[in-house]
């Protein structure tokens, strides 16, 4: 999915491409000519050194490969798990990379699964200074029926893998994590923890107790210097995304009624990302960051 261009009309800016941030607003300045190169140097240094866990990259599409690209462009090195089904499109992926990520099969509802990834990690790493989590799933059905037939197995299964998933992934970081002095996870969360949006349902549910989990995990680890986050982004084609009954309206909904008047792009996300990741974000946690062109704010 494309971001909508916004107008040029009276009062507005024009919009040029950034092949960083998609698009962005001309100012009346000219460019400084080494300005580009500069940031793009500062970028490269921001991560140089630092190691980071990829959780929930199922294909290009996919916010979390988004992450990837932007800490491992700024000099991360990564580990990527996949899912089952996703081992081919991640090993894929990850050869585009500047250096190439280790990756490793991790079904998040198996401790045996997490405990071996971890167990690599450590390994070959020796210490793990991110971690990104980015996995989420209901059964279909929960996402097209009415919500007050959730059943109790959706149920169970939307929390265990979209929401418990992190606080086991926080527990197995976190030694690692203080290996390094401490580190900062992240996770992935939409606005429907907080509000109803159609079709939303269980989900939206699985979502208010990641955020939940967030502000406990900050609690519990910030003493060990680990951090813990969100981002909340705006609605995204993705694979997860195709699954929740009549997502086109969504999208639409915020093209025409977020003050950006459009929508977000993965790599907006992934930018986002890796400012809470880096040392620029030094000092947040608990925190659930909007990134969603501003609809949160919207009344009508
Ligand atoms: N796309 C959106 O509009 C949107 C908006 C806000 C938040 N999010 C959140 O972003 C995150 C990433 O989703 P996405 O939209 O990039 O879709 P995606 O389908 O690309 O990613 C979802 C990932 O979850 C993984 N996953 C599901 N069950 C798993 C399991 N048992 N073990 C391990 N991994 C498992 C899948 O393999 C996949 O990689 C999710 O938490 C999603 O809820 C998405």
Known sequence: MRAEAPGT?????????????????????????????????????????????????????SIAWAIAQATAGRGARLAITYQGRFEEHVHELSEGLAHPALVLPCDVTSDADIESVFAKVDQEFGGLDFVVHGAAFAPREELTSPFANTTREGFRIALDVSAYSLI????????????????????????????????????????????????????????????????????????????????????????????????????????????????????????????DSGFHITGM
Do not use: Q
């Open 168 to 291: 086991a992934l926080a527990r197995a970081a976190a030694p690692l994590m203080e290996k390094r002095g401490g580190g900062s996870i992240l996770t992935l969360t939409y606005l429907g923890s907080d509000r109803v949006f159609p079709n939303y349902n269980v989900m939206g549910v699985a979502k208010a107790a990641l955020e939940a989990s967030v502000r406990y995990l900050a609690a519990d680890l910030g003493p060990r210097n680990i951090r813990v986050n969100a981002i909340s982004a705006g609605p995204i084609k993705t694979l997860a995304a195709a699954g929740i009954g009549g997502f086109s309206t969504i999208l639409n909904v915020y093209r025409d009624r977020a003050p950006l008047r459009r929508n977000v792009e993965a790599a907006e996300i992934g930018e986002a990302a890796a400012f809470l990741l880096s040392d620029a974000g030094k000092a947040i946690t608990g925190e659930v960051l909007m990134v």
């Open 9 to 61: 009309a009276i009062g507005r800016p024009a919009i040029v491409p950034n092949p960083i941030m998609g698009t962005h607003a001309a100012t009346d300045r000219a460019p400084v000519v080494d300005a580009a190169d500069a940031s793009a140097a500062d970028r490269v240094s921001e991560f140089s050194g630092k190691l980071g866990l990829i959780v929930g990259v199922a294909n290009k599409r």
